[in-house]
Every structure is written in C-alpha cells, then in structure tokens.
C-alpha cells in the first residue's frame, strides 16, 4: 500500500505570497490531519479534515485554511505568508472512524521558507 | 489541558548501549492514547506503537521496549544494543479529543560508532 503523499517537497516564497501544499492518504484513509513543525514551537496540530469537512481545529490564525476533496485529498493553503509560517509542514492520515485511538501515518514533509 | 513533556533534549550514546528516552504526560481524561514516532533526518515521522491507557503491560518489539507507568504519567522507550541506524529524533504524542494529536519537543538520540 503507498503511504502518504505530500507536494511539493520544497517550497521558497516571499512575504505576502500564498502557497498551497498537496496531501494524498494512504488509499481508504478518510482522515487528513494538518501539522507544523518549526524550531521553536516543535509540532503543532493545525486541522484534521474527514469526509470534506474541517472537524477539528487548533490556534493558527484564519491566514491558515484547508480542503478536503471527495477522494479524501487535502489541500492546505497559507496566504499573506509571514516569515514566521516557515516550517516543515506535515501531513497524517487515518481511517478517521475512531477518534483518537486510530494512528496517524506521516508523509514525508513540505519544507516551507518563506524570505 | 493536555501536555506531553520529553526532559531530554539530546542524547549520545556510543554503539551498543542501551538508552532509555523518557516521556511524561498530563491529562485529565481517563481514557488517552499514548504513540511513540521516529523522525530521521528525511523528515517523515514513522509510527513505533500505541499504548491506550487501559493497558499498562509493557511491551517489547526486537531491540524496542516500551515502559507505561500510570501511577508516574510516564511512557518512556528503550533501545537495547543502539546502532547508528537508531540515530533520529524521537516524538512522545498523546492522542485527544478526536484526531489530534499533542507532541513533545522531541529527544535527538545520537549513536556513535
């Protein structure tokens, strides 16, 4: 089975630009789980989508947004990039049944920097 | 609120040491899932195991085994005869309130040869 996909795996922008990063789960997986990981804060949960709607969230600002496809592909999308949004970005996935006893399987990243 | 706290930052241990990666956790709920995940330098975090908290047997996977103490809050992971292989990052994460999950800061495991 393939794992979890992410697009692009780098990424440079400007400050000000917007970007949107591409997440594929692994095939019936319906959960798509949004993480950020920088230097100073580590890892931090963004939203998890399921069956195309956000059901949970955490503190980013609105400038942080996503989707969720019929085929459970994710989209995430950053604009009026700030400096401090440079980060690993990862993507999880799960069956999306469960709650929080389901394990979460990680692609391999979007590294962001932003200049 | 849920927290998950890795004390150590870095550690270095020569090859074939054994080395014991700590993880304490705070949690009101009475029922939580506790993961281990490996990052090596490719950046993707790979799944070690889950532990719920209604099953506190300790658990061994080859040269991984893993000590969950309720009583302490603790869910700490050894690695018995380490390889330069083991080198990488290591997240404790505790599951909540849906499908999130809530990470340490990570203990960089350094194995020299």
């Known amino acids: 089975k393939a794992g979890v996909t992410q697009t692009p795996r780098y990424l440079i922008k400007t400050r000000g630009q917007q970007v949107t990063l591409s997440c594929s789960p692994i095939?019936?997986?319906?959960?798509v789980s949004w993480y950020q990981q920088t230097p100073g804060q580590g890892l931090q949960f963004l939203f998890e989508?399921?069956?195309?709607?956000?059901?949970n969230k955490g503190n980013f600002p609105g400038r942080f947004s996503g989707r969720q496809f019929s085929n459970s592909r994710s989209e995430m999308n950053v604009s009026t990039l700030e400096l401090g949004d440079s980060a690993l970005y990862l993507c999880?996935?799960?069956?999306?049944?469960?709650?929080?006893?389901?394990?979460?399987?990680f692609g391999p990243g979007t590294r962001l920097l932003v200049l | 609120a849920q927290k998950v706290t890795q004390a150590q930052t870095e550690i270095s241990v020569v090859e074939k040491e054994d080395v014991t990666l700590d993880c304490v956790y705070e949690?009101?709920?009475?029922?939580?899932?506790l993961f281990w995940y490996k990052q090596p330098p490719s950046g993707e975090l790979v799944f070690l195991i889950r532990?719920?908290?209604?099953?506190?047997q300790n658990e061994i996977s080859g040269r991984y085994s893993w000590n969950f103490q309720k009583s302490t809050s603790s869910f700490n992971f050894t690695i018995t005869a380490s390889q330069v292989v083991d080198s990488a990052v290591y997240f404790c994460?505790?599951?909540?309130?849906?499908?999130?999950?809530?990470f340490g800061a990570g203990t960089i495991l350094r194995v020299k040869s």
């Open positions: 999880a996935s799960s069956i999306g049944l469960a709650g929080p006893q389901e394990t979460q399987y």
């Open positions: 989508y399921f069956s195309e709607t956000q059901r």
């Open positions: 949690t009101r709920d009475t029922t939580y899932y």
């Open positions: 994460a505790l599951g909540y309130g849906g499908n999130k999950l809530v």
């Open positions: 532990r719920n908290s209604f099953d506190e």
């Open positions: 095939s019936g997986h319906r959960s």
